[in-house]
């Protein structure tokens, strides 16, 4: 129970307004299913607040809601409630693209209109939305007098926890999301420790908070995620540790004003999301940040498509080639483009990316960073009206490369145009980057201008048909449901850190991933390595999984551009490279058949609007037998397996491209037994028979 109210936990009905003892009005409002319940009142000073069950376990004990402004006094106390309204809805909805074809969206809401007793009566509105998988709430500020627009010094949203649970956390970076995750108690959490690490060409860590998602697991064996959805014009949330209230509270990512959000009324937040389950995999199989978006405002998609690709980009991380054309080994030339695309028409893959293809490269890292890159120059060995022809020819799409260096008053200006002549080129996918620190200074990766920029990115590049991948960005908070061309965002520590970083991605990475940032929506990891120790490239560095743990990636960590992110030469004759080849990238169905955060995870999926599943099973540094019951494959047919399974030796740093390919016979209900070996993995395929 609360150790700061009293609350009735006896059934409540839908939306029943009750009057629990020390409190004056409450209003209730409580999930389709009756799951999860939200309490909110005011509490003695008039200031709003809220508080969460799952069944009748507290999940959030009251926690206050509220803002402070800059030459205003904050918003908290003094406030009645003018309104509460409340209502049900329920839709069906289908995706563009994703982990599901088809989406349910059922929800309870309670809107409550809050004003000032006294002068200047300011006016917002607190909207809960209620899922049986979590809930949503965001506070809404309606045109008014008193107040035109709101200059947020910070946002003071309460989150107190039912006590010190275990939580997957990383930094509360403004800039980056490129970090390892930790494993500790909320009290233990160290977010300073991180900072300045070596490999981060931007990073700043102002406070002990954390980025979200943030996952947690309570002693009675809840599992929380705390993250946002709909983030427009508003700054990133970071969440503090408050360790005495055992709570957490949000922090804006800053700028470089005294304030963090400045804004028009009227004027929506976005929505503070609690995922909340009994068992770690649903939190992946939850689609309520995707729910808290408005539907999609493309109108034609038939130019949006999930695609695997391969780059000119894994040789430039090796070191065998350069972006800029100095170097004596240019990447981006017509002729090794052509290769890759050679390659790809032969191997099933749609997409080439080419990064270095563009001028300015020269001066990425240095004092000219602000003005170097021009985005519709090629080099002079680069044809890039021949490499798209030819693509198009051999049914390969180019995808653009625009790294910006951060440099973001550059990209600015340049936006229409760029974007203009990948339209005039027939290009419909480009890679974004934000390497550096952000031009104009004082601004971070994270902030209001930021993610404002992100916007306008998505949006142009929507008016002229071309999806977006972007890297070093705002993470997603389900906006792709509105802007389905916004495809896949980096916003982890991906793939290319083996390559160069002081440390590399600890076995456990990929298993922690799925159930952190992948939550928030798809990444865009570039599986695929299969040279995993290239020594003879870079003696000190490796990949840490084995070769059939980076093809069940494919499957548990989801994106819909899938990157074959080794070289053709390490594919050409392999055997496991034939499920590159086949594995699919859009899903009809998806479910988590197991799996604990950071330890090991099971997914099978279905190919959208195709009869062919398949199955990606991980685990950390452990090995690990799982039995796999096959009741997802639809009954009454014999399929196909085949299985890319570890070798009876193989071990993420010992032996990592033992692997072994077994075909069986299966069918619904029986039972698959996966050994996977020390940082290990297995990779399925199941086809119908005849
Ligand atoms: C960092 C990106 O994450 C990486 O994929 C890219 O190759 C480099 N920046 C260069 O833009
Ligand atoms: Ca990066």
């Known amino acids: 129970m609360s150790p700061r109210f009293a609350l009735p936990l006896l059934a409540l009905g839908l939306f029943t307004q009750c009057k629990p003892s020390k409190m004056a009005d409450s209003w209730t409002v409580q999930s389709p299913g009756q799951v999860v319940t939200a309490h909110v009142f005011l509490d003695s000073a008039g200031q709003a607040a809220y508080h969460i069950l799952r069944g009748d376990k507290t999940v959030i004990d009251t926690s206050l809601l509220g803002f402070s402004l800059l030459d205003q006094a904050p918003i908290a106390g003094g406030l009645e409630v003018k309104k509460a309204e409340n209502r049900s809805f329920t839709e069906n909805w289908e995706t563009v693209w994703g982990q599901s074809k088809m989406v349910a969206n059922n929800f309870n809401e309670l809107m409550l209109e809050l004003e000032e007793k006294e002068a200047p009566n300011r006016r917002f509105r607190l909207v809960f939305r209620l899922y049986d998988d979590g809930l949503g709430f965001r506070y809404e500020f309606p045109e008014q007098e008193a107040l035109n627009e709101l200059v947020i010094l910070e946002e003071n949203t309460e989150f107190r926890l039912a006590g010190d649970h275990l939580c997957w956390w990383q930094p509360g970076d403004w800039d980056i999301y490129e970090h390892v995750y930790n494993t500790t108690r909320f009290s233990e959490i160290d977010a300073i420790s991180k900072r300045d690490h070596p490999n981060l060409a931007q990073t700043y860590i102002p406070n002990n908070a954390v980025n979200t998602p943030v996952t947690m697991k309570t002693d009675d064996g809840l599992f929380l995620s705390f993250h946002e959805a709909a983030l427009y014009d508003y700054a990133a949330m970071t969440l503090q540790v408050d360790k005495e209230n055992l709570q957490w509270k949000s922090v804006l990512v800053g700028g470089p004003d005294t304030f963090k959000v400045k804004v028009k009324l009227p004027f929506q937040t976005p929505w503070r999301t609690i995922q909340i389950a009994e068992q770690a995999g649903d939190l992946l199989e939850s689609n309520l940040i995707l729910n808290l978006n408005e539907p999609s405002k493309i109108k034609e998609t038939d130019w949006i498509k999930p695609m695997k690709y391969v780059g000119i980009w894994w040789e430039m991380h090796l070191g065998m080639s350069s972006w800029d054309m100095a170097g004596k080994n240019h990447g981006a030339t017509t002729q090794n483009a052509k290769r890759y695309i050679d390659f790809a028409s032969a191997n099933n893959i749609q997409g080439l990316l080419v990064e270095g293809w563009n001028t300015g490269w020269e001066y990425w890292w240095g004092a000219a960073r602000d003005t170097c890159f021009d985005f519709v120059t ?13 693509g198009k020819e051999k049914g390969v799409a180019f995808i653009a490369h625009h790294e910006t260096a951060s440099s973001v008053t550059q990209y600015d200006k340049q936006l229409d145009t760029a974007f203009q002549y990948l339209e005039k080129l027939g290009v419909h996918a480009v890679k974004t980057g934000y390497v550096g620190t952000i031009i104009p200074k004082g601004h971070y990766h994270q902030g209001q201008f930021m993610v404002n920029h992100f916007q306008r ?15 070093e960005s705002i993470k997603d908070t389900g906006i792709r449901r509105t802007w389905p061309n916004y495809m896949a965002r980096e916003t982890m520590r991906g793939q290319e850190f083996e390559a160069w970083s002081i440390d590399m991605n600890p076995p456990e990475h990929l298993v922690m991933l799925p159930f952190t940032m992948g939550l928030a929506g798809p990444v865009d990891y570039t599986p695929g390595i299969f040279n995993l120790k290239f020594d003879a490239y870079k003696d000190k560095n490796q990949v840490n999984t084995t070769l059939a743990k980076q093809l069940a990636t494919y499957v548990t960590l989801y994106g819909p551009l899938q990157m074959a992110a080794d070289l053709p030469e390490h594919y050409k004759d392999h055997p496991a490279f034939q499920f590159i080849r086949d594995v699919a990238v859009d899903w009809d169905e998806s479910h988590v058949l197991n799996g604990e955060v950071g330890d090991y995870l099971t997914i099978a999926r279905k190919e959208r609007g195709a009869e ?9 540094e452990n090995p690990r037998d799982l039995n796999i019951a096959l009741d997802f494959l639809p009954e009454g047919k014999t399929w196909e397996a085949t299985l890319y399974i570890d070798g009876p030796d193989a071990h993420w740093d010992k032996n990592p491209t033992s692997y072994v390919i077994e075909n069986k016979q299966v069918k619904k209900g029986d039972t698959l037994a996966l050994k996977l070996a020390p940082g290990g993995g297995a990779a399925v395929y199941f086809r119908p028979l005849e």
Do not use: N
């Open 378 to 390: 090629p080099y002079a060995d680069f044809d890039i009206e021949e490499v798209v022809r030819y």
């Open 457 to 471: 990115v998505a949006e142009t590049a929507a008016k002229h048909k071309v999806m977006v991948d972007s890297h």
């Open 612 to 620: 062919r599943w398949f199955l990606g099973s991980i685990t950390d």
